[in-house]
């Protein structure tokens, strides 16, 4: 299922600090770039966090700093 919004909230479960840190809730953005199976790749500001995004999964791309997390929630934004 192709994304329907152009930005989305993405939680990173955890991170550095072990399984009880806080989750973090990134905003991403859809770009003009596409990834594996033609779906739109979405960033962060910066641009160093990328995902395609399959209804409510968000996959890390390739060099996507995660903490080994391969699928993550993502939430469509108005």
Partial sequence: MPPTA?????????GPG??????TV???HRTE???????PVFADASG???V??????ARPLLGTQCF???LL???PLP
């Fill in 73 to 75: 929630h993502a939430v």
């Fill in 6 to 14: 152009d930005r989305y909230a993405v939680t990173l479960p955890g």
């Fill in 18 to 23: 072990g399984p009880h840190t806080p989750p």
């Fill in 52 to 57: 395609q995004i399959a209804g409510d999964i």
């Fill in 48 to 50: 160093l966090f990328r």
């Fill in 26 to 28: 990134l905003t991403v």
């Fill in 33 to 39: 770039l596409h990834g594996p199976g033609d779906l």
């Fill in 68 to 70: 080994g997390h391969k």
